[in-house]
């Protein structure tokens, strides 16, 4: 017995989404873990603390947004560029799209207010003294703003094991988990109101 999807703009989109959906939820169970299991300030250890998995949680998280723009906008009868850049998939959608997302990302964060610990981040070193960390604190929690801070997120973490940290001896990579997921969720409802609506035309 097989299944038939249609194509949207070049996309199967019901496919695409359960795949979407897929890798948000491979990505859920670190998130969950991160208030229970590591404590506020910096961490020496690795490999003991989750290492592994806070890698594949980052990396999943930021696709799923990724196939979820792009969803989107094969539903829009936009084009799908091939980047991994999320702010370049979420800007130039209509006005009335964003801020129908938006309204939804800010809902989502009045419903569940930032714990503490809302972001992660880890640096590479060749110097052994403990960096200033930014407070991530002090940023714009806008939807553009989160997106553009963590436009190459996708493409930075899944090789962070790769490469030598700047002149300075030192390199950090931030990851905005529960702003991401509240990005995941805002855009999964418009694609899901954009599917539901087609199910009742047809």
Known sequence: ??????????WAVEMALACAESFQ???????????KDLPEGSLQETHER???????????LAFALETYLKILRAQLGLSVPKTHDLSKLYKDLPPKVRSEIENRYD??????????????????????EVPVWQDYRQESKALGSLLERSKDVFKVWRYVFEGDPKEDGFQSYQFEYLLLLFACEAVRAAIRNRLDESIGES
């Open 50 to 60: 989750g290492f592994g998995d806070l890698i594949v949680s980052a990396t999943n």
């Open 107 to 128: 809902d989502k964060g009045r419903s569940q207010p930032l714990p503490v610990r809302a972001s992660i981040t880890l640096g590479k070193a060749i110097r052994q």
């Open 1 to 10: 017995m097989g299944k038939f999807y249609k194509t949207r703009n070049g």
């Open 25 to 35: 939820k491979t990505a859920e169970p670190f998130i969950e873990r991160i208030a």
